[in-house]
């Protein structure tokens, strides 16, 4: 079913339109909203949410984008009205260390489980923005110009703050950051 | 290309986001004869499948049914008096019942002719309007 039918079918809310659509779309929005609230039962709500909400307003996308993107729009908003209204902490990276390690030195001291608790423990520490960008671009694969959409940035600003979530990653996987790995293993 | 890659250059390169030939063309050829920047951006590419890998979300849901109920609506049960269309029904029938009793239309309203045949008309035009509205409102809320 290609997206013309889809929406066609969803406009007069045909039940094989809703399941296909529903089948289609709810898993990327369940993994959006689940990296970007760190809650699975909030996260599968939110996405019960935005699938209604697709179909209930699917006469206002315009089709200037694909209606992937304008889903993950829909879900971008949900999420955060979500974070808003239950006021769900969020914690932020602070950007004062300029510290570069070497490559070396972060293969030599981290094992794969150490470095998979590092990365998780950071990416819960990021903002909302760059745990948007940073599930937008591993996990759902998408372009720079599908993610500038979503988010409403430049493909240039995507680009560098991509960039620098990468570089938060490795700053905590350096040596000046082993007291984090330390915490880790006794947690 | 003679300079080492920068970082942003490994991450862009290991990331597939350079997609210029023009710049792709150099660093690939760069890449091939120094072996520090290859190290680099092959650390780079180990790092993205580690944080593929680490942030993957395994789990499935299957939201199907509920959305689908939402969009179901439940047949109204039509057993028993429905209220408010007995209600129109009635206060309908009270009104064609008060207006058949004056009978003197055309003594009140001297300068019209014809005016108990006007006001029948326009009670029974009113009275197929409401029946046909009944029709459709019941056929909406059984489909």
């Known amino acids: ?187 | 290309m003679t300079k080492h890659l920068t970082e942003i250059e490994c991450f862009e390169y290991a990331s597939n986001l350079i997609v210029d030939e023009a710049l792709l063309g150099p660093l690939k050829m760069h890449l091939t004869n120094c072996d520090l920047c290859a190290k680099n951006v092959e650390i780079e590419q180990k790092l993205t499948s580690d944080v593929e890998a680490t942030l993957a979300v395994n789990e499935e849901i299957d939201v199907k049914e509920t959305v689908l109920n939402y969009f179901t609506k439940p047949a109204t049960n039509l057993v028993g008096v429905d209220v408010y269309w007995a209600s129109i029904a009635f206060l309908f029938i009270s009104l064609l019942l008060v207006v058949g009793e004056v009978t003197s239309f055309n003594e009140a309203f001297p300068q019209l002719t014809y005016t108990t045949l006007i006001a029948s008309a326009i009670s029974a035009l009113l009275l197929v309007d409401f029946f046909f509205k009944y029709l459709k409102y019941k056929k909406g809320i059984t489909s």
Do not use: H
């Not at chain 1, 094992?111 to 819960?124: A, L």
């Not at chain 1, 960008?133 to 720079?144: C, D, I, N, R």
């Open chain 1, 1 to 187: 079913m290609n997206d013309s039918d889809l929406i066609r079918g969803l406009l007069n809310q045909q039940t094989s339109a809703i399941n296909y659509f529903v089948n289609s779309y709810q898993q990327l929005v369940y993994v959006l909203a689940v990296k970007m609230t760190n809650n699975k039962e909030v996260a599968e709500e939110i996405t019960q949410d935005v699938m209604i909400k697709c179909i209930e307003k699917i006469g206002q996308f315009k089709q200037a984008s694909k209606l992937k993107t304008w889903v993950y729009t829909v879900a971008k908003r949900e999420v955060l009205n979500y974070i808003r209204i239950n006021k769900l902490e969020t914690t932020q990276l602070t950007e004062n260390e300029t510290f570069n390690p070497s490559s070396e030195e972060v293969e030599l001291q981290l094992n794969n489980e150490d470095i998979k608790s590092v990365i998780s423990k950071t990416f819960n520490q990021l903002s909302l923005e760059l745990k948007e960008l940073l599930t937008l671009f591993y996990l759902q694969e998408l372009s720079l110009k599908e993610i500038a959409v979503i988010t409403e940035l430049s493909e240039a600003n995507v680009r560098v703050k991509l960039f620098r979530a990468r570089e938060g990653f490795k700053k905590v996987l350096s040596k000046k950051d082993i007291s984090l790995l330390n915490q880790l293993r006794y947690d």
